[in-house]
């Protein structure tokens, strides 16, 4: 849709100018020039701008930045971010950023001239600022057979004018009062499309964590009567103040040359009158960055705990006089609740509502942000992420051990949006068991602020944030510009160096190497100040505690909630006497590679196996194909183009078809995926290593229950952990072979108990959402009421033991009924002689049947007609 609403954007002529000669734009040389990474050495050493990073202002005070990006190949992204936005409206303009939006882009003329080209556009509104943008090709497909030429990339003129004038008419814009009329209705249709129980939580979160301010109550969408009201020269005067030049920034990255992107922004802007008068930066965040909204906020922990003041660059601080307190603090209209045991006022607030389907708790502290300039802020801004890995995975492992929540993280992220650090604890669970859910997330937390990481959890994640930078240089601007121009606009607007990648990882790997544990261990306390002392009078208090829950659970029983009883629940979590983390012992491999060393040879060629011209199809493909002994399928290719990066797929036929067909419980083959993903021990190894294995690796797994297989997809990067083991496809193969191997994956009940409640949550969440309730019914209908092929309901899932997923699981873990796929940027003859050697080794189950699913076994759908 054009334009944004939910408290952020909806995760949407005059006659031509005559145009004098340009004189040369006064260019911002980058910080340093490309430099050798040992003057990255120096502690106090300024990083270095992206070599190729392009950054001017044309006469009319318009500012550009240029990105040169590789990838998509023939293809270029230009934004135009006007800095004004909903928390800019005055009372009495509530809603009218979004509608200027709609008018000056979405009726365009110019804009229309890139419709049939391929390209996109489309514009948002958000708190601090509007952005207009346009994603093209760079040459207009020729008219005749303009699909083939666009695909073959035979074009015609040049699309970059094209969209450049589409966003210059932006800034000067026509409004007839039909086209404003027309998106006033656009815009009031919007409204009531947003209008989900989702943008609602989002809402309530928003309101409480800002209360002091103009976020509460601004939010994009805007207030209905006020919309309905407005007359053309309302919206015409918003548009005039702040629809500038010298209050805009242009961006354009893409397969472009920057000195023809520059020349051509001159001539599309340069008509653009300066503006006559000057534009004023008013006393709050937005004199630490013109791209934050103009607010302050109540800063919790750190340097300015409990203060509004703004800081600026270089150390200066702009302190709130009395005055733009009153202008910019508002009375908060989400009332504090009183600690109970210091009588401290924490801001806490419960949303409950019949459309929720979980019960969400949300603890924030908000804090300035910190450009990023130099190698020693780099260091502090590596230190958190570490701290943050660390944390999660803890969460991770303890959301395993025992089934509270469904979803559970801790993250510390610069929200330019907002004009502010926001440090946030988030989770969602159940509601019947809220309080344990939310002791225990506190608990947690609490845990790594008082006593910070072991030295092997430094180890491990500094080596992974190394090896996440490594991929990252690896692509180079292999990045799509959607991503690389996300980065970007975050990266300028919170004031960060943009560095290339090559220069990024140098400057990772100097910080992680010059990190201790006692510094980390610090900025861990530092982080979590506002959780470590809760309760302390004198301490940092957190900016806001919420929770959304439903009110009832689904048997109809009240959930018994209130935010003076949340906080008790909190607070008292957070003075329970907590022990430090011990060290655990992480394997560098699950096996040795002795262990599959004597495996059998592959019998006979691919092509005898699956015909000619199978295998002619696998080689033109450049697959590399084998059918070993024990039946398993191996499928291997090499995409040297997905830098140091790799994927495994091992597919078991049968899925929740089967279960009629090997004649297990209803629901088995379900609830027996999820139960293999909450598992993960391998005897000798617990579930707590195995996990902190993949984590040495960044290998991301993901088990899926589909009608017809069960799927376990594995993420990997390709080159060997820093911390010293198999490489990432090797690792993966292990882990497949113990999957596999009979009587080497634990089924342990604590992982079924798990898998079965969180599948009963999931089933609950989706039938209680119009979406799933309406996909149920019609699947009903379809299919004949087939219980295999609809959800699992609570009485069925209670029904299951251990014994029957585990029969269903194994029957479809037979080597001969799986196909193991590998591809990424890896060696395939290497790689394929690693899969024969960890999956050949492994032998069918005892007894198992000649014929499996794999190869037609009669199954429920090939038994019997459809009902």
Request: hydrophobic content about 40%; proline content about 8%.
């Amino acid at each position: 849709t054009g334009g944004g609403g939910g408290g952020g954007g909806s995760p949407p002529p005059p006659p031509p100018r005559p145009t004098p000669p340009p004189p040369p734009p006064r260019r911002i040389a980058a910080r340093i020039a490309p430099v050798a990474v040992d003057t990255l050495l120096k502690p106090d050493a300024v990083l270095p701008t992206h070599p190729r990073f392009v950054k001017g202002t044309l006469d009319n005070g318009l500012e550009y930045v240029i990105l040169p990006n590789a990838s998509p190949a023939g293809r270029f992204e230009a934004h135009l971010e006007v800095f004004a936005g909903s928390a800019d409206e005055r009372e009495d303009q509530q809603g009218i950023a979004h509608l200027v939006e709609h008018v000056a882009y979405m009726g365009s003329r110019k804009r229309e001239r890139l419709f049939g080209t391929g390209s996109q556009t489309n514009a948002y509104t958000d708190f601090h600022h509007t952005v207009f943008y346009a994603c093209c090709p760079l040459e207009a497909p020729q008219t005749e057979g303009a699909l083939n030429q666009l695909l073959l990339g035979r074009g015609g003129s040049p699309m970059l004018p094209r969209a450049l004038d589409a966003l210059c008419e932006v800034l000067e814009a026509q409004f007839q009062p039909a086209r404003v009329e027309k998106e006033r209705a656009a815009v009031l249709s919007e409204m009531s499309m947003v209008n989900t129980i989702e943008y609602r939580v989002e809402c309530q979160i928003l309101r409480t964590l800002h209360a002091e301010n103009a976020l509460a109550r601004r939010f994009p969408i805007g207030l209905e009567d006020q919309i309905r009201t407005w007359t053309v020269d309302d919206v015409v005067r918003f548009h005039g103040e702040h629809y500038r030049p010298d209050n805009a920034l242009l961006y354009v990255v893409g397969d472009v040359d920057p000195a023809d992107v520059e020349a051509r922004i001159r001539t599309a802007f340069d008509g653009v009158p300066k503006p006559t008068t000057p534009n004023p930066v008013p006393p709050c965040l937005k004199a630490q960055s013109r791209h934050f909204p103009p607010v302050v906020h109540e800063w919790s922990g750190g340097e300015f705990d409990g203060r509004a003041d703004v800081p600026l660059a270089d150390g200066a601080v702009l302190e709130t006089s009395e005055d733009d307190k009153k202008r910019y603090l508002l009375p908060l209209d989400v009332p504090a609740v009183p600690h109970p045991a210091t009588g401290v006022p924490v801001r806490a607030h419960v949303f409950q509502h019949e459309l929720l389907q979980q019960f969400s708790f949300h603890l924030f502290a908000k804090r300035p942000v910190e450009a990023i300039t130099t190698l020693a802020e780099h260091r502090a801004a590596t230190a958190k992420r570490i701290v943050l890995s660390a944390l999660q995975v803890r969460l991770n492992v303890m959301t395993r051990t025992e089934p509270l929540f469904s979803f559970v993280e801790f993250q510390h992220l610069d929200s330019a949006r907002e004009a502010c650090a926001v440090c946030s604890l988030d989770m969602n669970g159940d509601a019947g068991r809220w309080e344990d859910a939310v002791a225990a997330a506190v608990r947690e937390t609490r845990r790594m602020g008082a006593f910070g990481l072991t030295q092997s959890e430094l180890e491990r994640f500094g080596a992974a944030l190394v090896t996440d930078s490594e991929q990252l240089a690896a692509m180079g601007d292999q990045l799509a510009h959607g991503e690389q121009l996300t980065h970007l606009m975050e990266t300028v607007a919170c004031d960060h160096t943009f560095m290339d990648p090559d220069t990024a990882h140098a400057a990772t790997l100097q910080a992680v190497a010059t990190l201790g544990l006692e510094e980390v261990n610090d900025v861990a306390k530092d982080l979590m100040a506002h959780v470590v002392d809760f309760g302390d009078p004198d301490a940092a208090r957190p900016s806001a505690l919420i929770a959304c829950s439903p009110a009832t659970l689904a048997d109809g029983t009240p959930v018994d909630i209130s935010a003076e009883k949340l906080l008790a629940v909190a607070a008292a979590a957070a003075t329970e006497p907590v022990e430090p983390e011990e060290e655990l012992l992480i394997p560098e491999n699950l096996m040795e590679r002795s262990e599959v060393a004597d495996a059998p040879d592959v019998p006979r060629s691919f092509a005898d196996v699956a015909g000619a011209d199978e295998a002619d199809a696998a080689r033109a493909l450049g697959v590399r194909a084998q059918k070993l002994a024990n039946g398993a399928r191996i499928m291997v290719k090499a995409l040297p183009h997905e830098a140091q990066r790799g994927a495994l797929r091992l597919t078991m036929a049968g899925g929740r078809d089967s279960e009629e067909a090997i004649r297990c419980a209803l629901g088995a083959a379900a609830v027996g995926a999820r139960t293999l993903q909450e598992g993960g021990a391998f005897d000798p190894w617990s579930r707590e290593q195995v996990e902190l294995f993949c984590v040495d690796r960044l290998i991301m797994v993901e088990v899926v229950c589909t009608e017809e297989a069960v799927t376990v997809d594995f993420g990997f990067p390709t080159p060997p952990p820093r911390t010293g083991g198999c490489s990432g496809v090797e690792a993966a193969l292990q882990l497949v072979h113990k999957i596999l191997m009979p009587g080497a994956f634990l089924w342990e009940p604590d992982a079924f108990k798990r898998a079965r409640i969180g599948h009963e949550q999931a089933t609950e969440t989706s039938l209680r959402s119009m979406e799933g309730a309406a996909q149920e019914a019609l699947l009903e209908s379809l299919l004949g009421n087939d219980p295999r092929f609809l959800s699992l309901g609570k009485g069925d899932a209670d029904a299951l033991t251990l014994e029957d997923v585990q029969k269903c699981m194994l029957a479809q873990l037979d080597p001969k009924n799986v196909e193991i796929s590998v591809v990424g940027d890896l060696d395939a003859a290497e790689t394929e002689r690693l899969a024969v050697a960890y999956v050949g080794s492994v032998p069918r189950p005892e007894g198992a049947p000649e014929t499996t699913l794999a190869d037609g076994a009669p199954t429920a759908t090939n038994a019997r007609p459809p009902a």
